[in-house]
């Protein structure tokens, strides 16, 4: 493959004092792909979200993120919001973030803030109620709609976010994300929560997301009938490292990676060195 | 009744607070004897004192089932709610708007409700910062400060209309609000609240202490006062102007301007109203509802908090600027006295009384604020204490504000198609 890939993760060290979270993290994630991020509590898959997507700024590493259109961003480079709003990351977290008072309609069309803010020349013309500005909140409500079928809210569009169910929470803030159109979605532990028919229908929601989209999405979970199921590749971290990359099978077998998740004895340890 | 055992018993303990607090402060008393004072008792006093307390509570506890219930029944018929709260928003501006043309309506009454009229428009100003973007504002009263003093000093020094000044001084005001903006950026609840106070409190005291400038404590008067489209409101207009009454043939009367007036901030308020109505449905007012709900998510969605915390303060400033001018206007004579913190924390009970948010509860919980002081002036001192029981009943009844119902934005059924 020449081309660039989507995320090309070089290098990256996240330091916080004395404490290494992340060392020395180099991977890739290609559009239509799904890319899952796995290891133990703690490995430091959060903080790389967190680098990702502006909340925090990497020690050292180089994060470039390549549109479909060949246009390349350096998110280390980017504030906060300019990474969802220019490069186009798109992502949830971990604890639901919604806008809990908000209806589920109201959510979806805050996220295309962007969008919307320019139709409405800067609120200037959104004053006046331009035409402009009106055919632009309709498309807005037009891909909100889209985004409510596909996860099966539309009848409960009017709703107050915190209204919801947990599951529909999670749906939703999935639905949110996309609104954004972004290039890559980055989804926290998705499945938290969820059981296993919630479970099941999020890998259906996500393989769709793959196919009719044709965007990366870049997963942490830590329930492996999702990861197995869906992704393409498995990135496995353990205290901050890379300890084994590969498509999911290989990784299971992987012995570094059963020995960070089931542990080993000190007997053991001694033996293996 | 189950619970008149606990409610008794919760009574009487608050009766017993009561009795330990009046009995030093109202027990005793000190007359005048033969020898120097004398001491007497007035356990009478502290026993009234008790029994009322007592009682009062035991009111409470019986009627607070009531009150729940109210509460659930009415939050239960809320659509049906909403639509009569909407109604309810057009007939009051229907009875602001004929008030002037009442029998009834003398000098006294329309000074009144020129005065409400002014605390809502600050009200509604402030709810854009509270209520929408859950900014904690305690130094609002700064940009109402603002505001008057660019009207008085522009009209002072440079002789300029009241009609040029009012946009001047909401545009100084909103100036000052990104000022206050940008050190309050990453601040939030009641970390923000202290540095607005204390921004509120630096524009008072500077409005004191720079004599030269603002004239300090003297304030400034004879502030020129508006015109109607440049005739003036007097009964002996200078050369060659006809005044208000000449142009119109009627006998000159002082009613004319307090109307004019009232009509003044009827406008400005209805304004105020209608650009928070519109600006909800438009994308930064979204963004300043979603920053009041979570920060971090806006971040991740794109939009910027800079730009919605620092618009907010702007804009919410802007309208009291605005307000300020009037207030000036309105007057002739402005001090630093009318700017001190209790007008901040009026106007923040009247935002947070009608329901943060609403803007019909605003308009209802600044009649009751500012109304109820007003006309229960002849109760003296025992005004305030009408005012707090007020308060206390408004929050015991709806303890999220009168009208805590947030109407959506948007929905699927009636939004555009």
Known sequence: MTAAPLLAVDHLTMRFGGLVAIGDLSFQARHKEITAIIGPNGAGKTTVFNCLTGFYRPSSGMLSLTHRTGERFLLERLDGHLIARTAKVARTFQNIRLFSNMTVLENLIVAQHTALMKASLFTLGGLFNLPSYRHAERRALDLARHWLDKVNLTAKADEAASALPYGDQRRLEIARAMCTQPEILCLDEPAAGLNPKESADLNQLLLAIKAEEGIGILLIEHDMSVVMGISDHVVVLDYGRKIAEGPPAFVRADAAVIRAYLGQDDDAKEDAC | ?417
């Open chain 2, 1 to 417: 009744m189950a619970r008149l055992p606990f409610l008794v018993k919760d009574a009487g303990l608050a009766a017993l607070v009561a009795l330990g607090l009046a009995f030093p402060m109202a027990g005793f008393r000190l007359p005048d004897g033969a020898s120097g004072t004398d001491l007497s008792f007035r356990f009478d006093l502290v026993a009234a004192a008790a029994a009322v307390v007592f009682l009062g509570r035991l009111f409470l506890g019986l009627s607070r089932p009531f009150f729940i219930s109210t509460g659930q029944k009415l939050a239960a018929k809320s659509t049906g709610l909403s639509k009569r709260i909407h109604w309810g928003g057009y007939v009051l501006a229907g009875i602001a708007f004929v008030l002037p043309m009442l029998p009834f309506a003398d000098r006294n009454l329309i000074d009144k409700a020129t005065l409400i009229l002014i605390y809502v428009m600050l009200g509604w100003g402030l709810n854009i910062v509270v209520g929408l973007a859950g900014l904690l504002d305690l130094g609002y009263v700064a940009f109402y400060a603002v505001g008057a003093y660019s009207y008085a000093l522009l009209s002072l020094h440079f002789g300029l209309s009241f009609w040029i000044c009012l946009p001047l001084s909401g545009l100084f005001a909103a100036l000052f609000g990104i000022l206050l903006g940008f050190p309050v950026l990453r601040l939030r609840g009641d970390y923000l609240a202290i540095v607005t106070l204390g921004f509120g409190e630096i524009i008072r005291i500077i409005l004191l202490n720079w004599q030269n400038f603002t004239g300090g404590p003297n304030g400034i008067s004879s502030i020129q006062r508006p015109g109607f489209f440049g005739l003036p409101f007097t009964a002996d207009p200078p050369e060659g102007v006809a005044s208000f009454s000449d142009f119109f043939g009627l006998d000159y009367s002082t009613f004319h301007r307090v109307v004019f007036l009232y009509y003044l901030i009827l406008a400005l308020a209805l304004l105020t109203n209608f650009f928070t109505v519109r600006i909800r449905k438009l994308p930064l007012g979204r963004a300043w509802e979603a920053l009041r709900e979570d920060e971090i998510a806006c971040k991740a969605l794109g939009i910027n908090p800079t730009m919605v915390k620092l618009s907010a303060f702007a804009l919410g400033a802007m309208f009291a600027g605005f307000a300020g001018s009037f207030f000036a206007t309105r007057q002739g004579f402005i001090s630093p006295d009318s700017f001190s913190f209790i007008e901040s924390a009026l106007i923040l009970a009247i935002a947070v009384l009608g329901g943060k948010g609403s803007q019909v509860g605003v308009a209802l919980a600044a009649i009751l604020l500012i109304g109820i002081p007003e006309w229960f002036r002849e109760l003296a001192q025992y005004r305030m204490l009408a005012f707090g029981c007020a308060m206390v009943l408004i929050m015991v009844w709806r303890p999220e504000g009168l009208m805590s119902k947030r109407e959506p934005t948007v929905s699927l059924k009636d939004g555009p198609p």
